[in-house]
């Protein structure tokens, strides 16, 4: 009933197959170390862009910031030159009735010189 023979066979079947566990042990153990350095480098790429994303959330702030001040300062201008034009409209009329009326003077007396001489 003893077979030397299938205990040998039982035996390098044996080996054989811890061997290959070992082997499928040690891949898992090295696919899960690569696994776990390609998440400590994920979780590090992570980090530096939400780092970049709060420089650049502070700079846009900032940018926001500039452009509201210009902006009102356009306003401001906008008023400004609009007030201007304004003056200027009246500056030019004023001076269109100052040579209207000039003119009038002048016929008034050109015309008291000249046709009213008693």
Do not use: C
């Not at 994920?42 to 702030?61: D, K, Y």
């Not at 401001?76 to 009329?93: C, D, E, P």
């Not at 209207?100 to 015309?111: K, M, R």
């Amino acid at each position: 009933m003893f077979n030397p023979k299938n205990n040998l066979d039982w035996e390098a079947s044996n080996r054989q197959m811890v061997a290959e566990g070992t082997q499928v042990l040690e891949r898992t153990g090295e696919s899960i170390a690569r696994s776990h350095q390609i998440a400590i480098e994920t979780e590090n790429i992570g980090t530096e862009v939400i780092s970049e994303l709060g420089e650049q959330r502070e700079a846009l702030l900032r940018t926001r910031g500039r452009l509201e001040d210009a902006n009102s300062q356009l306003d401001s201008a906008k008023s400004i030159i609009t007030k201007m034009g304004r003056n200027i409209l009246y500056n030019k009329l004023i001076l269109i009735m100052i040579i209207v009326l000039e003119i009038i003077i002048l016929a008034t007396l050109t015309y008291l010189n000249f046709f009213n001489k008693k």
